[in-house]
């Protein structure tokens, strides 16, 4: 009997070993698609200081992500897919060049990353279980502290949503009132008389014609 525990326990870990394993390597082919991503949409957020400098933040640390999970593959004898990792990586560009389109562009950008940190929260949580179950607890650290920056940058954006929105807002109503002023300067002004035409008035015509008549003579 115990003989069979000791072997339901082997084949347990060993499954839990490869879908670690595997997850680990579809989760480092992300981080990879991610940085794509963030990079593509600092060129959208130039007019927002606050959001610009947050997200440069954390694309320094998806850097880092991707360094420890393949830290984690070689603690587990393995390594990246350098094919995930180029593939995505392509996705990654196709997808932001989509969303930078429109003038809901920040918008679109801004709600597509808060949806990628929710889905890498709960990618990192399913890790440090996989970990767990496949007696790799030296790997946990590295999972652990990614799952606190992901849950910050997620706070982050959650925190500032609305007063991103309101920004967007202002920000396009400024330029369609600088576009009318600009439209406004371009145009010729008006005359008081409403002639435009540069034709003299019909007075001024016919005492033209009149100092032109021939002086009778006695």
Not at 80 to 105: E, H, I, R
Request: aromatic residues 2%; hydrophobic residues 40%; proline residues 3%.
């Amino acid at each position: 009997m115990p003989t069979e525990n000791m072997a339901a326990q082997t084949d347990l870990e060993i499954a839990a070993h490869e879908t670690l394993v595997d997850s680990l390597r579809n989760t480092h082919a992300l981080e990879k698609q991610q940085i794509q991503v963030l990079n593509a949409h600092l060129e959208l957020f130039v007019e927002h200081d606050d959001l610009h400098a947050r997200v440069t933040e954390h694309v320094v640390e998806t850097r880092e992500q991707a360094r420890r999970l393949e830290a984690a593959l070689e603690a587990c004898g393995d390594s990246a897919s350098m094919f995930k990792d180029a593939m995505m990586s392509v996705m990654g560009l196709g997808q932001s060049t989509v969303q930078g389109y429109g003038d809901d562009a920040v918008l679109k950008a801004v709600m597509a990353d808060l949806m990628q940190e929710h889905l890498e929260i709960a990618t990192y949580r399913a890790l440090i279980t996989l970990a767990d179950m496949a007696g790799k607890p030296e790997v946990k650290p590295r999972l652990e502290e990614t799952l606190r920056e992901e849950k910050a940058m997620s706070d982050w954006l959650d925190e500032n949503l609305e007063a991103i929105t309101r920004r967007v807002v202002e920000i396009k109503a400024k330029a369609k009132q600088a576009k009318a002023d600009a439209s406004a300067r371009a145009s010729p002004p008006a005359s008081s008389n409403g002639d435009t035409s540069g034709k003299p008035s019909q007075q001024a015509d016919m005492a033209t014609r009149t100092d032109a008549k021939p002086t009778s003579t006695a």
